[in-house]
C-alpha cells in the first residue's frame, strides 16, 4: 500500500468514489468517448443513468450486437452531436470489428461541447487499440473482500438519503449493504458460493435502496422511530429474495442459499445489540456483532475497523475454500502465459505465409523451427493417447429403434465417432506439416497457432467443456470420452439388458442431460408409466450394486465440501471426494386427493 501510494499519490487507494460527473463535464471533451470496462458479470451502465436522472441530461440507451443496433447507434450519435445529448452503447465488445469505424467517425465528427458518448464493455484484447487511445477508459470492477465491498456501497450513497428519518433506515441500510456484499463476495468462490456465476451488480442494490425506502417510509409515516416489529419483514424478504436478487438465479439450490441469507439478515433480531452477523469468525471461536450505532457515520466508522482480510468463514464457506480461488488464479496465469507464447522469429510464427519465393520453402526444407518439433513431440504423444481403432456404427432394427436408450448411446456414438474422425484427421496432417511432408493450408495454420499455444482448435469443440481449458487436459478428457464410446458399442452389441447395465461415466458423455431423460421415458415406457408420476431418487455407494428395471448405475461424480463413508455424509477439509457408485431409479409417485403423496 505505501509503494501504490508513493507513485500514485495518497488518494489513489482510498476509500473514496470516482466521481463521474466530474470526469465527465471537465475532463472530456465531445469527441472523446469514455470507455467503461467491466469485468465479466459486472454492469456499470447503471451509473451513467442514474448520473443522466441526477443532471437531468437526456440519454439514448443502445444494445449493440446486431445490424439494427448499428444503425441505431449511427442516427443517435449524430443527432446527439448536433443537439448536445448523451449516447450510450452497451456491450461494444461484441463488435470489435464496428468499433473501428466508430473511432474513424469520432475522429472527424463536430460536436456539440455538451454531447458525450458512453461505451461499457467487458475487459477483452479484442478492442481496437487506436480507440482506447483516444477515449478515456474507466475501470469498474466489485471490490474484493467484504470490507472493500461495505465500504463502497455506503461511500456510493448520500449520507443524507441514509440518516433520513425514521432513525431505524440507517441500519437498514447498512444490512443491505452486509447482505450485498456477502452475495457478491460468494462469486469468487463459484462453483462453491453460488453454483455459476451470477451478475450481481449495483443496479440490484438501487433497486434494494429503492424498496427499503418505499416500505419504511409508508410504515412510519413521518415518525422519527420504527419500531423494529412493525417493519414489513415479510415483504422486504420477499422481494430481495424472489425478485430483486432472487430474479437473476435459476437454479433451486442457489435459490434455496438465497433464502437463508435474507432470512437471516433481514429480521427484527438484528436491531439487538448482541445479534451476530457472523459466528467464529477466527480460530479462536469470536463472533463478529453488528455495529450499535443509528448514524451513517457510525457504521462508516465500525468498517474501518474490519481486518483487511477476512476468512471464508464470514461467508458461511469453509476456511479450505480459498483453494478454489488459488486454483482459478493458478489456471488463468498458465492460459494468459500460454497466449502470450510468442517467438521472435519470423519464422518461428505457424500462421506465416511460406511461399516460394524465400530462400526456403516448407517442402524439403531441413531447418524447422523450434516451435514446429516441439509440437511434433507432443501430436506424437496425443496421437499415443487418443484410442486408433474405428468405432463401429450402431445399426438399427425395428426393436432397438423403440429403446430411448439404444436412441441415445446412438446419437452419443455418432458424435465420438465423427469427432474423432476430424481430431485423429487433423493431427497426421499436422504431424506430417511437421515432418516437412506436406505443405500448410489456411486451416492447418490455424490449428498450428492454436495448438502451439495450448489451446483446443474450435473445430474440435462440439461439447461442453471448461472455459479455458488447454490442450493437454483435453485430449486426455477426449480419450477416456472415446474409451467409453468403445465400451457403449460392445454393450449394444450384446442387447439391450448390457445396454441398461452398462456403468456409464455420466461426466463422459456429450449430452448428460438427455441421458437422464432417455433413463426416465426407458422406465416410463417398460412400466407403462407418464413421465409426470417419475420422479428422480438418487443414492450413494461405496461398492457396484444390483439394479433392478427402475434403476441405473453412474461413475464418476465429485461430492464437493464432504465424503462418503459407511452410508453417511461427513463433512471434509478436501475441496472435493470421489463418489464411487451413484445409483439413478425413477420411483413413481400418485398424488391422491384423500391420501397425498404414495410412492409405488
Not at 520453402?361 to 531441413?366: D, E, L, P
Request: with cysteine; glycine share 6%.
Amino acid at each position: 500500500g505505501k509503494f501504490v501510494s508513493a507513485v500514485f499519490g495518497e488518494g489513489f487507494i482510498s476509500d473514496e468514489q470516482m466521481d463521474l460527473h466530474a470526469i465527465t463535464k471537465n475532463e472530456v471533451k465531445g469527441n472523446t468517448p469514455v470507455l467503461l470496462c467491466c469485468v465479466t458479470g459486472y454492469d456499470a451502465s447503471g451509473r451513467v443513468e442514474d448520473m443522466a436522472t441526477d443532471q437531468k441530461q437526456a440519454l439514448s440507451n443502445i444494445a449493440i450486437g446486431s445490424a439494427e443496433g448499428f444503425s441505431l447507434a449511427d442516427k443517435a450519435i449524430n443527432a446527439a452531436a448536433k443537439s448536445g445529448k448523451w449516447v450510450m452503447l452497451k456491450n461494444v465488445h461484441l463488435a470489435p470489428g464496428w468499433l473501428v469505424q466508430l473511432e474513424k467517425k469520432l475522429h472527424a465528427l463536430k460536436t456539440h461541447p455538451n454531447f458525450r458518448l458512453f461505451l461499457t464493455l467487458e475487459i477483452t484484447p479484442k478492442i481496437p487499440v487506436n480507440l482506447l487511445r483516444a477515449g478515456r477508459i474507466l475501470v469498474f470492477e466489485p471490490p474484493d473482500g467484504i470490507k472493500a465491498n461495505l465500504l463502497r456501497t455506503f461511500n456510493s450513497i448520500a449520507g443524507g438519503r441514509v440518516n433520513r428519518a425514521p432513525n431505524e433506515r440507517a441500519r437498514m441500510y447498512f444490512l443491505l449493504a452486509w447482505f450485498h456484499a456477502i452475495v457478491q463476495e460468494r462469486l469468487r468462490y463459484t462453483p462453491l458460493g453460488w453454483s455459476k456465476k451470477y451478475e450481481f451488480n449495483e443496479s440490484d442494490l438501487k433497486c434494494a435502496c429503492d424498496t427499503i425506502d418505499r416500505w419504511v417510509d409508508d410504515t412510519a409515516q413521518g415518525r422519527d422511530n420504527l419500531p423494529p416489529n412493525k417493519i414489513p419483514w415479510g415483504a422486504l424478504c420477499t422481494l430481495m429474495s424472489q425478485s430483486i436478487y432472487g430474479g437473476r438465479i435459476d437454479n433451486n439450490f442457489d435459490q434455496l442459499l438465497m433464502n437463508d441469507f435474507v432470512k437471516r439478515i433481514f429480521q427484527a433480531g438484528t436491531f439487538e445489540s448482541d445479534f451476530q452477523l457472523v459466528e467464529k469468525i477466527d480460530e479462536s471461536g469470536n463472533s463478529l456483532v453488528i455495529p450499535d450505532g443509528l448514524r451513517r457515520e457510525d457504521f462508516l466508522r465500525w468498517m474501518h475497523k474490519l481486518p483487511d482480510t477476512q476468512t471464508p468463514a464470514w461467508l458461511g464457506l469453509p476456511n479450505n475454500a480459498d483453494q478454489v480461488i488459488l486454483q482459478t488464479k493458478a489456471t488463468t496465469f498458465i492460459q494468459k502465459l500460454l497466449k502470450m507464447q510468442a517467438v521472435t522469429d519470423d519464422e518461428d510464427l505457424a500462421y506465416q505465409d511460406t511461399s516460394a519465393s524465400r530462400k526456403t520453402s516448407v517442402i524439403g526444407s531441413a531447418a524447422r523451427p523450434t516451435w514446429m518439433k516441439n509440437l511434433e513431440t507432443n501430436v506424437k504423444q496425443w496421437l499415443g493417447i487418443i484410442p486408433q481403432e474405428d468405432i463401429p456404427v450402431l445399426k438399427r432394427t425395428v426393436e432397438n429403434i423403440k429403446d430411448p436408450l439404444y436412441r441415445f448411446f446412438e446419437r452419443e456414438v455418432t458424435i465420438g465417432r465423427n469427432l474423432l474422425k476430424t481430431v485423429l484427421t487433423d493431427l497426421r496432417d499436422i504431424e506430417q506439416v511437421c515432418e516437412l511432408k506436406k505443405k500448410q493450408t489456411n486451416y492447418i495454420r490455424s490449428l498450428l497457432s492454436d495448438l502451439q499455444k495450448g489451446i483446443v482448435p474450435k473445430s474440435w469443440l462440439r461439447y461442453t467443456v471448461p472455459s479455458g481449458v488447454t490442450i493437454n487436459p483435453w485430449v486426455i478428457d477426449f480419450s477416456e470420452r472415446i474409451r467409453q464410446i468403445l465400451r457403449i458399442v460392445e454393450a449394444a452389441q450384446k442387447g439391450a439388458t448390457a445396454l441398461k447395465e452398462l456403468t456409464v461415466w455420466l461426466g463422459g458423455l456429450f449430452s448428460q442431460e438427455a441421458y437422464v431423460t432417455a433413463t426416465r421415458q426407458t422406465v416410463a415406457q417398460v412400466k407403462g408409466y407418464s413421465l409426470e408420476e417419475l420422479k428422480l431418487q438418487v443414492s450413494i455407494h461405496d461398492s457396484p450394486v444390483d439394479l433392478d428395471s427402475n434403476s441405473f448405475g453412474i461413475s464418476g461424480l465429485k461430492l464437493m465440501g464432504a465424503r462418503h463413508e459407511g452410508g453417511k455424509l461427513k463433512v471434509t477439509e478436501d475441496i472435493m471426494s470421489d463418489l464411487v457408485y451413484t445409483k439413478i431409479s425413477w420411483i413413481r409417485i400418485l398424488i391422491l386427493e384423500d391420501r397425498g403423496s404414495v410412492r409405488t
